[in-house]
C-alpha cells in the first residue's frame, strides 16, 4: 500500500475500533470522488469513521442532521439582506465542507434530498450570486436507519444509484468494543488525531487512481459482470451505465489501496458488492431499497462468471 494510504488507514483505524475493511472501502470512494451510503443502526461509529477521516487528512468536517422539516435552505445555504451594502449576501450552509456526514437522510423529503444530490452529482451550489463551486476534495456520507421506516422517505433507485458504494458498519470486533468501554468511548482518542495527509495529496492520489492498468480481460470480465445484471428475469433494475464507471473506478481505487498500479480480479470481486447491489432492484423487492434479495443477486453472479486468468 501507498505510504500515506497506510499511514491514513491506522490514523483512522487508531479511533474508528470495527470492521477494517469499512475503512477501506469509505477510502475507495474517496480515492474515487465518489459518495458513501451507511445503512446501519445508531450507535455503530458512523460519525466517529466520518470525523477520523477528516481530522487525518486534515479537512473540514460538517454535519447535517435531517429531519422532515429540513429545508433545502437548511443544507445549501440562504441569502439574506444586508441593509448596509443594499443587497443579499449568501450565507453558506453545511454542504459546503470536505467531509460532509448527511445523518439520517432519509428523514428528510423528497425536495430536501433531491437538492443534497444535486449538489454531490455537480459539485456545485447554484445561488442568487450565480454558481458556486463546492471544496475540493469533497465527499459526503450519507447514514440510515434500515430498521424505521415510520416518518422516513426511502431514497428512490435514481437517487440511490448517485451513490458511489453502499454498506453496513455492524458491531465491532469483541476485544475492540470492550476496549472501547474501558477507555470511555471514542472522543478521547478522536481528539488526539493527527492529519498525515494533506488536501493536496489526497487530491494527487486521486489522479492517481486513473491511472492503474485494467488489462483487457479484466475489462471483459467486469463488463460480463455488469451485463449479467440485465439479462436476469428476476431483476425489474439492472447495473446503469453510470454503475458500471463508478464499479470500474472502484476497481482502480481498490487496486490502489492495496499498494498497486494494476487491477486484478480480486479487486472486481472485493468491490461488487458495496458498488453494484444498491443499483440493481429484484422483482420481488418490498420497494424499501437494497437487501438481501440484491447482494444475493451479485454473489450469484460473481460465482457464475469465470475468472479470467
Known sequence: MNGGLERLRAAVGSVYRGNAEAIDLVLIAILSRGHVLIEDVPGVGKTTLARAIGKALDLKFTRIQFTSDTLPADVLGVSIFNAAENRFVFHPGPIFGNVVLADEINRATPKTQSALLQAMNEGCVSTDEGTLELPRPFVVIATQNPVEYLGTYPLPESQLDRFFLRLSLGYPPARDEKDLLERGGAERTLDSVQAVLQPEDLLALQERVAAVRVSP?????????????????????????????????????????????????????????????????????????????????????????????
Open 217 to 309: 480481460k479484466l475489462l471483459d470480465y467486469v463488463y460480463a459482470l455488469v451485463e449479467a445484471t440485465r439479462k436476469r428475469s428476476d431483476l425489474r433494475l439492472p447495473v446503469s451505465t453510470r454503475g458500471a464507471q463508478a464499479f470500474y473506478r472502484a476497481i482502480q481505487a481498490r487496486a490502489l489501496v492495496a499498494g498497486r498500479d494494476y487491477a486484478l480480479p480480486e479487486d472486481a470481486q472485493s468491490v461488487a458488492g458495496p458498488v453494484l447491489s444498491h443499483r440493481i432492484l429484484s422483482i420481488s423487492s418490498d420497494g424499501f431499497g437494497t437487501g438481501p434479495r440484491e447482494r444475493d443477486v451479485i454473489r450469484t453472479i460473481l460465482e457464475g462468471i469465470p475468472v479470467p486468468v
